[in-house]
C-alpha cells in the first residue's frame, strides 16, 4: 500500500509537492538569486542602449515633442566637421597608450626581479591610479599653469621659461599635455597587472635559462614575453578602444576648449547642454559601430598572428570566455 | 665573469634605480607640488614659485576652508552612505549571482554571462543620453538612492571575482550538505559565503575606491550640490570664481585623496591582488 502511494506520486505531483522537491527549490532559488541583478542589467544598460538608438532617429530634447527625422541625425553627425576632428585627436591618445603600455612593460620586468625599494617604487607609481578624476583634473590644471610646476621642474633642468609652449592653450602640443596626465594616471595600474602576470610564471623556467647562461634581455625575449603575450594583447585592444572614447583628461583639465576635445566631449556637450539629443544618440551608436568594428578586425588579426599558438588549444571556447572576462575586467578596472 | 661584464651589469643596475627613481618622481610631482601649495598663506601663495617650500608646515587655515566652502563635510556623510549601500547591496546580489551561475546548469547560462560581458564593453558615458531619460522618468533625479541603485547596477567585475572564487571551492561541500538535507539557501549563507570572504574583501575594496572616485554620474544625477554633494562632486565648487586660489583647491584635492591613500597603505597587497585576480588567471 505505502509503495503504490510512493509510485502515485511520483507520476503526479501537485504544484505545492512541486516547490517542496529539489527541483523547485533549485528553480526557486535560481529566480531569487539573479533576477535584481538581471533587472538591474536590464534598466541599466539594455534599455538606455535601446532607448538611445530610438532616440538617434528623432529630433528631440529631454523634455516636450519629438519629431521622427529618420537618418537626418547621423547625416549630421558626418557633416560636423568637430566630430572629425575629434576622432583625429583620439590619434593622439592611442599614442600615449603606447607609449603607456610599453612603459609599463618595462618597469614591471625591472620590479619583478629582486629590486630594493621595490614594493615602494611600485607604490609611488601605483597611487596616481587611485586619485579620482575630478582631483586629477586640478592637479593637472595646476601642474601646467605658466611658470608654475611643470615649467619649474623643467627650469632645474636647465630649460627657460620663454622658450617652453603654453601647456594647455598651445594647440601643437595640449592633446599631448593631456595624454600626458592619462598616461600619469594609469601607467602603474599597468604595471601592476603586468607585475602579475610576469609572478605567474613558473620560476623554474628562469633558473634554467639562468643556467643556461641566458642574460636578462634573452629571458626577457624568450621566456616572459611569450608568457604573458595574451594579457599584452588584451591590453592592446583595450587601449585602441579606450582611446577612442577617451573623454577624461580633456572633460576636467580644458573643457575640450582650444581643439582639445574628444568625440566624447564634444557628445556631451550636445547631449547635456545643447540638449541635442538626437544628434548626440546618433553620435553615441556611430562610435559604439566603431568600437565593434574596431574590435572584431583586432580580434581576427590576432588571431592571425597567433593562430599556431591557438590550434594546440582544444579548449578554445573555453579560452575565448576567459578573455572576454579580462577584457571586461580590465575595462571595469579603470 | 669578465671585468667588462662586470661594468656592464652595474651599468644596467644603475640604469636601472635611475629608471625607477625618475618615473617615481614623475608619478608623485604633481601630488607633492599639491601638498606644498595646499599649506602656503595667500600672501605666500601669490609670493612664492610653486616648488618652494611653506614657511609653515602646521598652517591648517585652507584646509578648514576648502572643507567648508566645498561642503565637503556633507560630501563625506553623502559619500559613507553611497559607499556602504553600494558594498552591501552589490555584495549580496553580486554573489548570488555568480553562486547560480557558477553552481547551477541550465540553459540560458552561457548568455546571462555574455550579456553581463557584453554591458561591460559599452562606454559608460555614451550611455548616459538616453540613461539620463530613463533616470527622469523613474524620479531618480536628486535622489541618493537613484544613485546608489544605479552604481549597483553597472558592477561586473566583481560578478567575474566571485566566479572565479567559486570555481575553486570543491562542489562536494554542496554534494555533501545537500544529503544531510540542508536547502540552497544554507548552502549559500552558512557554507559558500563565509568561505568567500577574501574575494569579497577583494572586490569591497576595488568597487569601493571606484566608487567613491565617481563624479561623472554623481555630477549628473546629484544636481542640488548644497545637499546632495559626494567628496569627488563637492570639488566643483571650485570650478568658479575661486578658480585661480590655487592654495585652497590643493587642499580640497589633498583631503579628497586621503581616504584612498589611507586605504591604499593599509591594504595595498588586497588592492594588487584584487587588480590581477580578474585579470590575469585563467
Known amino acids: 500500500m505505502a509503495a503504490m502511494t510512493q509510485v502515485s506520486m511520483k507520476k503526479k505531483r501537485t504544484l505545492g509537492e512541486w516547490a517542496r522537491s529539489r527541483d523547485g527549490q533549485k528553480v526557486f532559488v535560481m529566480v531569487a538569486f539573479m533576477i535584481i541583478p538581471l533587472v538591474l542589467l536590464f534598466v541599466f544598460t539594455y534599455l538606455p542602449f535601446a532607448e538611445m538608438f530610438g532616440f538617434s532617429f528623432y529630433n528631440m530634447k529631454y523634455i516636450g515633442e519629438r519629431k521622427f527625422v529618420g537618418l537626418k541625425n547621423y547625416i549630421r553627425v558626418f557633416q560636423r566637421d568637430d566630430c572629425f576632428s575629434a576622432l583625429k585627436n583620439s590619434l593622439y591618445y592611442m599614442g600615449g597608450s603606447v607609449v603607456q603600455l610599453a612603459l609599463a612593460l618595462y618597469l614591471a620586468t625591472v620590479l619583478s626581479f629582486k629590486v630594493k625599494g621595490g614594493s615602494i617604487f611600485k607604490g609611488f607609481m601605483f597611487f596616481p591610479y587611485l586619485i579620482n578624476g575630478i582631483a586629477v583634473g586640478f592637479i593637472f590644471k595646476f601642474f601646467y599653469t605658466r611658470g608654475f610646476v611643470f615649467d619649474t621642474v623643467l627650469q632645474w633642468f636647465g ?56 642574460n636578462r634581455f634573452q629571458q626577457f625575449m624568450y621566456i616572459i614575453l611569450p608568457s604573458i603575450k595574451t594579457i599584452i594583447v588584451l591590453n592592446v585592444i583595450l587601449s585602441i578602444t579606450g582611446s577612442l572614447s577617451a573623454f577624461e583628461p580633456p572633460y576636467v583639465i580644458t573643457s575640450g576648449a582650444n581643439g582639445t576635445g574628444t568625440y566624447f566631449v564634444i557628445m556631451h556637450e550636445i547631449a547635456h547642454t545643447q540638449q541635442k539629443v538626437g544628434v548626440a544618440s546618433a553620435m553615441a551608436i556611430i562610435l559604439l559601430m566603431i568600437i565593434f568594428a574596431a574590435t572584431i578586425l583586432q580580434k581576427l588579426f590576432f588571431k592571425y598572428v597567433f593562430r599556431s599558438a591557438e590550434d594546440e588549444d582544444l579548449n578554445a571556447t573555453a579560452r575565448r570566455d576567459k578573455k572576454l572576462a579580462k577584457l571586461a575586467a580590465r575595462k571595469a578596472g579603470r | 665573469m669578465t671585468n667588462l661584464q662586470k661594468i656592464g651589469s652595474y651599468a644596467l643596475t644603475v640604469l636601472k634605480y635611475l629608471s625607477l627613481v625618475f618615473f617615481s618622481f614623475v608619478a608623485i610631482i604633481p601630488v607633492v607640488s599639491c601638498v606644498i601649495t595646499a599649506f602656503k598663506t595667500d600672501t605666500e601663495y601669490q609670493n612664492t614659485n610653486v616648488m618652494v617650500f611653506p614657511e609653515s608646515w602646521l598652517y591648517f587655515e585652507n584646509f578648514v576652508q576648502a572643507f567648508e566652502r566645498a561642503n565637503m563635510g556633507r560630501g563625506f556623510i553623502n559619500s559613507i552612505i553611497i559607499l556602504v549601500s553600494v558594498l552591501v547591496i552589490s555584495t549580496f546580489v553580486g554573489t548570488q549571482l555568480a553562486y547560480v551561475l557558477n553552481r547551477f546548469k541550465f540553459p540560458g547560462n552561457g548568455l546571462i554571462r555574455s550579456l553581463f560581458l557584453f554591458a561591460s564593453l559599452l562606454p559608460g558615458v555614451a550611455m548616459q543620453v538616453s540613461l539620463y531619460a530613463i533616470m527622469h522618468g523613474m524620479g531618480f533625479i536628486n535622489s541618493l538612492w537613484g544613485y546608489i541603485i544605479l552604481m549597483c547596477g553597472t558592477d561586473v567585475i566583481s560578478i567575474y ?16 550538505a545537500i544529503v544531510d ?58 570650478v568658479g570664481p575661486l578658480g585661480s586660489k590655487y592654495n585652497l583647491i590643493c587642499a580640497g584635492v589633498i583631503i579628497s585623496l586621503l581616504p584612498a591613500l589611507v586605504l591604499f597603505i593599509t591594504c595595498q597587497k588586497q588592492i594588487y591582488s584584487g587588480l590581477t585576480s580578474g585579470a590575469v588567471k585563467g
Open chain 1, 159 to 214: 630649460f627657460e621659461l620663454e622658450n617652453l609652449p603654453y601647456w594647455l592653450k598651445d594647440q601643437s602640443i595640449n592633446n599631448i599635455s593631456l595624454v600626458g596626465t592619462s598616461v600619469w594616471r594609469y601607467f602603474g595600474q599597468n604595471m601592476v597587472l603586468f607585475i602579475g602576470a610576469i609572478m605567474s610564471v613558473d620560476s623554474e623556467l628562469y633558473e634554467a635559462a639562468m643556467l643556461d647562461g641566458a
Open chain 2, 161 to 176: 571575482i566571485y566566479i572565479q572564487f567559486f570555481e575553486n571551492i570543491s562542489i562536494s561541500l554542496d554534494e555533501s
Open chain 2, 181 to 238: 538535507g540542508a536547502s540552497y539557501f544554507t548552502i549559500f549563507y552558512r557554507i559558500l559565503l563565509p568561505l568567500l570572504k577574501p574575494a569579497i574583501v577583494t572586490s569591497c575594496i576595488l568597487k569601493g575606491v571606484n566608487t567613491y572616485n565617481e563624479y561623472y554620474a554623481a555630477n549628473l544625477y546629484l544636481q542640488d550640490k548644497k545637499l546632495l554633494p559626494t567628496v569627488a562632486t563637492s570639488l566643483y565648487t571650485f
